[in-house]
């Protein structure tokens, strides 16, 4: 399960979640989303759970809990809307 992690404090790291999630069981990934100018964290990011019983009981376990001065929000993550083309039209 693909589980969304907002309102981070932007010191949060990647290790910082794998520590977090990993007391609820195994993570396939985390990934922190980031400018792609300035690298600074944009204060969510995304950890991939393979277990789904363990994702709803890290979701139910983390949600609006403090993370470095912040209280965080942990729920399922939504697919992905398709956005419009932005290539110009002749």
């Known amino acids: 399960m693909n589980i969304y992690v907002g309102n981070l404090a932007y010191s949060v790291t990647d290790s910082d979640l794998r520590e977090l999630f990993s007391t609820y069981g195994e993570i396939s990934t985390v990934n922190l989303i980031t400018d792609k100018f300035s690298g600074q964290s944009k204060g969510f990011g995304f950890v991939e759970m393979d277990d789904n019983s363990q ?27 398709e956005r419009p083309s932005r290539g110009r039209r002749f």
Request: aromatic share 0%.
């Open 55 to 81: 994702a709803d009981a890290a979701i139910k376990g983390l949600n609006d809990t403090d993370l470095k001065g912040r209280n965080i929000k942990v729920n399922q993550a939504k697919p992905r809307a």
